[in-house]
């Protein structure tokens, strides 16, 4: 060692003999410690996320905070891959920086675009027919309390005709079209105008109705109406030629295609949904005299003044026209608009519990809703329970059934038509001077619609729907290209509605007293199937 002491030389001992060879210098690797923190789009830490450097397997995994530190050998372009399930990949460069701070976005993946037909799901771009979906979110984003409504925002074709006859009562069912509006099958004139008044809740022989197919399956108006929308996955409206060649003549008016909310597998999932809404009645549009002005426009009109000239009946003109200003003068100013009005809170409430393996999968809909009417006392309240089975054999093998049962009850209000209050005169009363509803108003020939609702046990229009279906369907695919499909749907309908007029009723003075009083009931039950293949 002496000897080669400042030399390049060294040496080692083979069989007693010294043989030197040249000192091969050792090389250090410097280290880097590299650290740094992970988050998500709304700067919230990604724990887990892999770190890799590039090129190699030595890497990382980020904690719970989203922060991650490691030491790696100093190399030209060094680089780090950070990679996460649900997030693009992404590589950055080190540069000589303390720390790293990685933001990771969403990854957003394409979908394919489907039509959904009913029968089976397409392409878009191979369905040449023309089509307009809409899904959950965007009906909830328009009308979360009436899915027909909400359509209307999304197609243009899908008019809906406002009838101001029954204006905002919850028992009226919309009238509608798709492909414009044809007079077969229905007479003009009167006779329409007479059946359309009548149709507040089935539509029935409507001619301009398109028809609705629902998981495959048709079903009426009135369903789709009373459906609640959470349970509802899309909706596509089918309106040409294409609408026609599926389902055939039934199809002229166009097709609205309901999908709802399939099954999923996974843990146990409960998911609630709450909606509310408050009904306010707006009078702005109306402009009728109060009791000074009528008082004064009947004056002006003439009504006091006798055309005969007799003075004995211009004695009884001043007196019936004092007496008049008498009561306004008392204070008499009567808003019978208002009168069978009131404020509304409607709200609606559904629960789904959902789960199950990839081979079997459940879910339970409860769903209740309550819509009540403007006017005092009408109403129309949904209950229901679903549940649906889904079973799966691999990918050659789908069997669902789905059985639902819905109770619809409903009720007219006891205060009769909203057009009788605006005819009733503001210098009448509707209570005597002891604070009682008057049974006739100051005329003695018109019966005060107020005692009548108020102080009687009549009702109209109490109805109560049940509904229960049963759909089932099985799928078999052969191959990719050849499956069969087979449906079997059956529904069980129980209907009931009364009508009653209590024999206190004024309109029955003069009547004997076995004749007073009315009770009217109609009731239908019915059982339909269907089956396709």
Known sequence: NVCLKGTTLTYVLQDNVIVL???IPQKTVKEVLLKGKVVDEKKEPLPGVTILVKGTSVGAVTDANGQFAMRVPETANLALVFSFIGMEPKEVAYKGQQEFYVVMKTAKEELEEVVVTGYMKLKKESFTGNTTTVNKDQLLKTNNKNVIAALQAFEPSFRIKDNKLFGSDPNSLPEFTIRGEGSIGMNRGLEMEKARRSQRTSLKDNPNLPIFIMDGFEVSVQKVYDMD???????????????????????????????????????????????????LPDLSDYNLCNAWEKVEVERLSGKYIAESGDPGMQ??????????????????????????????????????????????RYSLDLNYGTHNGAMIDSYRDNVGVGLNLDYRNKSWLQVMNSISFNVTKSQDSPYGNFDTYAKLQPYWAPYSNDGELLETLKDSKTTNPLYRAEKLGSFSGRSRLNDLTNNFSINIYFTKNFSFKGQLSMTRTDSETKSFSDPKDPSFKGSPTRERGTLTTSSDKGFTWNTNA
Do not use: C
């Open 21 to 23: 060879k040249p000192t």
């Open 229 to 279: 929308i959470n349970r509802i996955e899309s909706m596509t409206i089918l309106k040409d030629a294409a609408a026609t060649a599926l389902y055939g003549s039934r199809a002229a008016n166009g097709v609205v295609v309901v999908t709802t909310v399939a099954p999923k597998p996974g843990e146990l999932r409960v998911t609630y949904n709450f909606n509310a809404g408050v009904e």
């Open 315 to 360: 004695l009884e003109k001043d007196i019936a026209y004092n007496d008049l200003v008498n009561e306004v003068r008392r204070g008499v100013q009567t808003d019978w608009l208002a009168q069978p009005l009131h404020n509304v809170f409607n709200h609606s409430h559904s629960m789904n519990v959902s789960g199950g393996v990839e081979s079997i």
